[in-house]
């Protein structure tokens, strides 16, 4: 018998396409967590970049909502690569000279990284004595640029390179602008080693020490670090007055006192609004 032909049409499109859109929508969702797994490394080093401490292992597991076992994995292979670092005593995950080498490669390829240059040149030249840039991290001062001065004795810190909070000038800057809260935290897992005769061990001391600091707005390295070294540092802030870098300036205390150094914080701060334009530049 011969079928009428709108009947056949009918049947086939009666076929239903759901199950068409399901496996369409299903790989979508199957990609984006693909895609999502391959950034965790970035947003690992996202979260340790903006912590002012190391992040433990159950402390990232939590803010990614990643399984701990899944994320040691990671961390060991980036910890292999020299992407982060393991803090000794299991206090937890910081960034890695790779990182740090990557970001400040970065910078140097950029405008950026020359205007830092400028503002800290012109400012060697009004006080004669090497001037640095700095940023916290994660318990850490990093050397984010530098010009030295022209005199033959002088301490040379490469860029790129860690140096302790708690015994410099722009380390101690940044712990006296935290809140008490954040700042007991970190003081409460930062070892306090002796870099010099002068350094400040003692935990009561120095926060006695950092409330000074707070309250005058200028971190002071009094041959803390190294003997025969002093350095004062000032505040970078951003727009809303948040600090989010310093300008430290240093000496032999053979050729300046560190009163010398504290009449030339008016230039600094005046240098440190023009990094500030530098590094945040407001939209047009």
Not at 128 to 135: A, Q, R, S, Y
Not at 184 to 199: C, D, E, K, N, Y
């Amino acid at each position: 018998m011969k079928r009428n032909p709108d009947e056949t049409n009918q049947n086939r499109t009666a076929t239903p396409i759901e199950p068409v859109f399901d496996d369409v929508e299903d790989a979508a969702t199957s990609g984006a967590n693909e895609d999502i797994r391959r950034l965790r490394p970035l947003t690992v080093l996202e979260l340790l970049t903006h912590s002012p401490q190391p992040l433990t292992l159950a402390q990232l597991a939590l803010q990614m909502q990643v399984p701990k076992s899944t994320l040691m994995r990671l961390l060991h292979s980036m910890e292999a690569q020299g992407y982060v670092l393991h803090m000794p005593a299991d206090r937890g995950y910081v960034t890695g000279t790779r990182s740090v080498a990557l970001a400040l490669n970065t910078l140097r390829g950029s405008n950026m990284r020359r205007e830092c240059r400028a503002v800290l040149r012109a400012l060697v030249r009004r006080l004669g004595e090497t001037c640095n840039l700095t940023v916290p991290d994660a318990g850490r001062v990093l050397y984010v640029e530098r010009v030295d001065t022209a005199e033959p004795l002088r301490m040379y810190v490469q860029p790129g390179t860690w140096v302790p909070m708690h015994c410099t000038a722009s380390g101690k800057l940044f712990l006296a602008s935290m809140s008490l809260l954040e700042r007991q935290a970190v003081l409460a897992h930062m070892p306090l080693p002796r870099s010099s005769p002068r350094t400040i061990t003692d935990r009561a001391a120095l926060e006695v020490e950092l409330d000074r600091i707070a309250k005058r707005g200028v971190g002071i390295d009094n041959e803390e670090f190294v003997r025969g070294m002093i350095a004062v540092a000032v505040p970078v802030r951003d727009h809303e007055g948040k600090l989010v870098a310093a300008i430290a300036c240093h000496g032999p205390s053979a050729r300046v006192s560190l009163e010398d150094l504290l009449g030339n914080v008016p230039q600094m701060r005046t240098a440190a609004e023009l990094m500030r334009d530098v590094l945040l530049p407001r939209e047009a």
